[in-house]
């Protein structure tokens, strides 16, 4: 595989706090960001994602290890050529961030102004960008005229003014409502897939998950504590903290408040089966509750899809003579199945 | 009103000599001012040039020379104005001691200005590379313009406040013909004449600032 774009090796960053204490925001964090890919990094609120991205361009540096982007090592580098290393590495904000004090085509034109291009090719690349984002008629207006979803576009004109193969978005839509914020993941999806640029998101959100990400990274006390594709990672957490974040964010079991009604309406025992995108997974499934001669009555859950996959979990309510529905809990697993009863 | 209309030549040399000292001592202490403020804000701690040592100093200093009233600053800052102008009376003096008093003032003004810029902005021009007095010129200084157009309006009422005050020591201008013409010799017509000229003064002073604001900030 070729070089990742950012490598992050025994990266720690710790902030001193008055009186004493320190902050582990980030610890011990190995991680590759491939070519091309969005990666999200999820997690819980303090979990360390703005850190991590903030040493990625270096607005952070790192307590120890290393951090390369692009094949240089950023943690060797004089603060000079660090500002020539961030004007190749975008970035977008939760609250934009926009300059109140330039318009829409000054505030895209700035990365360019400070990476010194000149004048002429300054306006043809404002444009251009800014008909890119949709944005060409309002390059005259000032931030506080646009909306919210408008103000990001602006941002992220801004952001690939200066050709950077790397974006790195904090948070970027969780200031905007649902509509705008899938209007703004698709410019972003298109701005991975049109031209080429690699894209690092921090959410919380599961519906950027899933309509973006290739890869997702799981944060937790600032430890990456799971990685990999966004599909295995929902469809079979390995680790315990990200079995609870994606839980969390998928629903993929009752809220307790619905179990309580659900136990009231029905008086079996409640099986969830996962459901991913194995073939014959229904198939074993029936076979399993069949065998074992137990009743099965659907009662809660969904499917939809994650990544262009099958992805959701079913709630049985599962009666049958004594012992038999314990035997069809063997064979479920017996067969592969993920299959949680709830207590 | 005869004290008035035979002083008429006077007081128009009064008005002349409020607003010089008035203008001329806002420039220069708001040019002094931002320089100072800048200093303070880019050197606090955290901030893009954070420097203990002079932020503490900048700010012990600031603290110490602001709230002396400035009558008494005016006494007491004699020896330098006799070092700089040659005396210590006289239109000159006065506006050399106005500027440097309102000077520490506007330094607070111009700070609480651009600590007010929101820091995300800073944020996003250090991701674009920009260096760090290119933030502070470039970003930092036209984010917080409309609140320091505001601020340097505040500072105008107070400084044309000082050039009356500087009457009481033969500094010219409004004030001093006030006293002289007007109460010295119970003249109240001189003294009413004087307060309306003085808070027409202000009231335009505060006017343009405003609108220089408005259009910053254009709301
Ligand atoms: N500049 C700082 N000084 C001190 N502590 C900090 C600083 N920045 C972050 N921290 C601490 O480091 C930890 C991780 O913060 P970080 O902002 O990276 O979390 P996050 O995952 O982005 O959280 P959120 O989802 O709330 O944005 C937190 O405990 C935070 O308080
Ligand atoms: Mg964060």
């Known amino acids: 595989m070729a070089e990742p774009i950012v490598r992050l090796t025994g990266v720690s960053k710790r902030y001193e706090r008055k009186g004493g204490t320190a902050v582990t925001a980030v610890d011990d964090v190995s991680l590759d960001v491939h070519e091309g890919e969005v990666l999200a990094v999820i997690g819980y609120s303090g979990a360390g994602k703005s850190t991590v991205v903030r040493l990625m361009n270096a607005l952070e540096a790192p307590t120890s290890g290393t ?29 934009f961030n926009l300059f109140r004090s330039r318009t829409v085509a000054g505030n895209v034109a700035y990365p360019l102004k400070v990476a010194g291009v000149p004048r002429a090719q300054r306006d043809a690349r404002v444009a251009e960008l800014l008909d890119f984002v949709g944005l060409l008629e309002r390059a005259h207006a000032h931030p506080e005229q ?17 050709n950077p193969p790397l974006l790195l978005a904090d948070e970027a839509t969780s200031a905007l409502d649902p509509e705008t914020t899938t209007e703004v993941l698709s410019l972003l999806r298109r701005v991975n897939r049109e031209l080429g640029v690699t894209i690092v998101v921090i959410t919380h959100e599961m519906d950027a998950v899933r309509q973006i990400a290739d890869r997702v990274a799981v944060m937790e006390n600032g430890r990456v504590v799971e990685v990999g594709d966004v599909y295995d990672v929902f469809s079979a957490p390995r680790t315990a903290p ?28 409640l099986l969830t089966v996962l459901i991913t995108d194995e073939p014959d997974l229904q198939k074993r499934v029936d076979e399993a509750f069949v065998g074992a001669g137990v009743r099965t009555e659907l009662v809660h859950g969904g499917v939809s899809e994650l990544r262009e996959r099958r992805l959701g979990s079913l709630t049985y309510e599962a009666t049958g003579p004594r012992g038999a529905v314990d035997a069809a809990l063997a064979a479920l697993r017996a067969a592969g199945v993920a299959v949680e009863e709830e207590v | 009103m005869e004290g008035f209309l035979d002083t008429v030549d006077v007081y128009r040399t009064a008005i002349w000599q409020t607003l010089f000292m008035a203008l001329v001592s806002l420039v220069a202490s708001g040019l002094l001012g931002l320089a100072l403020g800048i200093a303070l804000y880019a050197t606090r701690p955290g901030n893009l040039l954070s420097n203990r040592l002079v932020f503490g100093v900048l700010g012990v200093l600031v603290n110490i020379v602001r709230p002396i009233p400035f009558v008494i600053f005016l006494a007491a800052i004699g020896p330098l104005q006799v070092a700089a102008i040659g005396t210590t009376i006289g239109t000159n003096a006065v506006t050399f001691a106005i ?19 929101d820091p995300g902005v800073v944020e996003a021009a250090r991701a674009a590379g920009a260096s760090r007095l290119r933030i502070l ?4 200084l036209p984010e917080g313009l409309g609140p320091l157009v505001l601020g340097y309006t505040f500072i105008f009422v107070g400084i044309v406040d000082m050039t009356a005050q500087a ?7 409004l004030g001093q013909y006030a006293i ?37 900030l254009r709301r």
């Open chain 1, 67 to 95: 951090v390369t982007v692009a094949g240089q090592d950023l943690t060797r580098l004089p603060e000079k050529d660090l500002r020539r290393a961030r004007q190749k590495i975008g970035m977008i904000f939760q609250q």
């Open chain 1, 146 to 162: 646009l909306s919210g979803g408008q103000k990001q576009r602006v941002g992220i004109a801004r952001a690939l003014a200066t």
């Open chain 1, 242 to 269: 990200a079995r609870r974040f994606v839980r969390s964010v998928l629903h993929d079991r009752p809220e307790p408040d619905v179990l309580e009604r659900l136990r009231h309406r029905h008086p079996g025992r």
């Open chain 2, 99 to 117: 500027s440097l008093a309102a000077a520490f003032a506007v330094s607070r003004i111009v700070e609480q200005s651009l600590v007010n810029v």
């Open chain 2, 137 to 140: 010129f470039g970003v930092v």
């Open chain 2, 167 to 173: 009457g009481l020591v033969g500094g010219g201008g």
């Open chain 2, 180 to 216: 002289t013409y007007g109460s010295q010799r119970y003249d109240w017509g001189v003294v009413y004449v004087s307060v309306a000229t003085i808070i027409v003064i202000v009231q335009v002073g505060q006017f343009v600032g405003n609108r220089i604001a408005r259009g910053v």
